[in-house]
């Protein structure tokens, strides 16, 4: 049972705030750090590594300080975004080396349990340097859970992952998050974080948007108003249509691109008007997108509530 | 104490690649020199010293020190994969003399040995300068890694760094501007080497006990230095 804590912290380079009076803290299970590139994400999870002090405020595990303490290593598995990982070595040199440096009494066998729990058994005896970025993904994990460490650390780690290696790292961390570890990812994709984590951290800008329980951070995002951009036969017997239902607050029709700029108050029924509305008055749509639907755009709602 | 899979990282990191070609040959090309002058030139012992004393010591120390001091650590800093020694709980002294181990025999086999190589040929009647020219050769292979192992610490640019002062201090100022001599770790070098031949074939510009005060105090306060800058070492997020 390890608890991460984040107090007031913020960390500032020259002149850039990159992040700004941050508390946190992160618990046994999966915890999802959210937020756009840039938001400050990689800063966060560098401090709470170790490599990075922070500016102001204080970052621990258990109690005790991360920075310039390589002791809390022997519970931290760090996964960093960075691909580069010994390219001469193999896989298993590679994540027995790892092992050795944890001071593991068997590192042959600790490594060979890690490469087994990533599935790179097949691939252990061949050069990093001639691995996809998947399998470098894995060799990564590999050397990061070769101790069995109770926190693990991982940032951006669906990066270049293709579907499948995707779902077996969701699985892989969903086993160690059951197991009672604490697992903190960042991903500035919202589907991946909402699939994995039952705890969410979103940042942005360098400021602690929003934290709780996926469907809260959910409801917080669908529950404000939706703009679609529609192109249609028929804008303007369409925007009539539409105005008369409950679930759109303005219509308005840009007659220089010829589209309609609808306001939605809910994402689902709107979804179920549009095309009964459009099939009823026969009408035919021959664009219906979300204005606003970039998740930069739901990260600025949020900043702004 | 030593870290044996750093050392065997290290070695595997900086011997892997094109650097021991590079440093391989650049060492032949030492010896091959000193046969080519012995056999068609007829070199004495003051010849033999003049020429190891230019080519050795104001050139393929300072140079080998730089490739090799920096490549035990700067590449692993620059691609970012030092995380992986870093995220361990190993003490950050022992990290920098495991690496430091790791330099000093590379200086030996590549910069020691073919120094010694060279005064045997060129000076083979005289085994004395030989011994001399090895000795100063291993005190300024020792301090030229630890230097650069600090300087590929500290700073991204060691090498363009370690470049002017390799060559701009050490080889120019080093060897003729008087006062920069007791900063110089060549003429700390060439102070033992004048030390340990009796001959008079090298001529000395720092006192032997300064030379070797300065060195015991650059080897140890440097190695402790380097273990406190990669103790608060950061790792860039944005790039």
Known sequence: ?305 | MLNPTIVRLTAHGLLGGRRLLVLGSLSLLIVALAVLLQVFAGVNEADAADFLQGVSFGTLLPLFGLIIGTGVIGSEIDDGSIVYVLAKPVSRAVIVRSKLAVAVVAMVLFAVVPTILAALIMAGNTPGLAMAFGAGAVVAGIVYSVIFLLLAIVTRHAVIFGLVYALGWESLVGSFVPGARELSVQQWALSIIDAVETDGFVTAHVDLGVAIVLSVVVIGLFTWLAGRRLAAMTLSTEE
């Open chain 1, 1 to 305: 049972m390890t608890v991460m804590t984040v107090a007031d912290v913020s960390r500032w380079f020259g002149n850039v705030v990159a992040v700004n009076d941050v508390t946190m803290s992160v618990g046994p299970g999966i915890t999802g750090l959210l937020g756009p590139n840039g938001a400050g994400k990689s800063t966060l999870i560098n401090m709470l590594a170790g490599f990075l002090p922070p500016s102001a405020g204080t970052v621990t595990l258990d109690g005790a300080p991360v920075w310039k303490n390589p002791q809390i290593y022997r519970s931290i598995g760090l996964v960093p975004e960075r691909e580069a990982a010994y390219d001469v070595l193999t896989g298993h040199q590679f994540v027995v080396a790892n092992a050795e440096l944890h001071g593991l009494p068997d590192a042959g066998a600790a490594a060979q349990r890690a490469l087994a729990t990533v599935q790179m058994e097949y691939a252990q005896d061949r050069k990093i340097g001639g691995y996809s970025k998947g399998m470098r993904q894995r060799i990564k994990m590999a050397s990061a859970l070769v101790h069995e460490p109770s926190v693990l650390l991982l940032d951006e780690p669906f990066n270049g992952m293709d579907p499948r290696q995707r779902l077996h790292l969701m699985e892989l961390l969903q086993a160690m998050g059951a197991e009672g570890r604490t697992v903190l990812f960042s991903s500035h994709i919202l589907e991946e974080v909402e699939r994995l984590a039952s705890q969410i951290e979103v940042v942005v800008a360098g400021r602690h948007a929003a934290s709780g329980d996926f469907r809260e951070i959910r409801r917080l995002m669908t529950d404000r108003p939706h703009r679609y951009v529609i192109s249609s036969s028929d804008d303007r017997a369409l925007a009539a249509a539409l105005i008369a239902d409950g679930s759109t607050t303005s219509v308005s029709l840009d007659s220089t691109t010829e589209t309609l700029e609808v306001d939605a108050v809910e994402f689902l029924p709107f979804a179920e008007l549009v095309p009964r509305v459009a099939r009823d008055a026969g009408i035919r749509l021959y664009r219906v997108s979300p204005a606003d639907e970039s998740l930069e755009s739901v990260f600025s709602y949020l900043v702004a509530i």
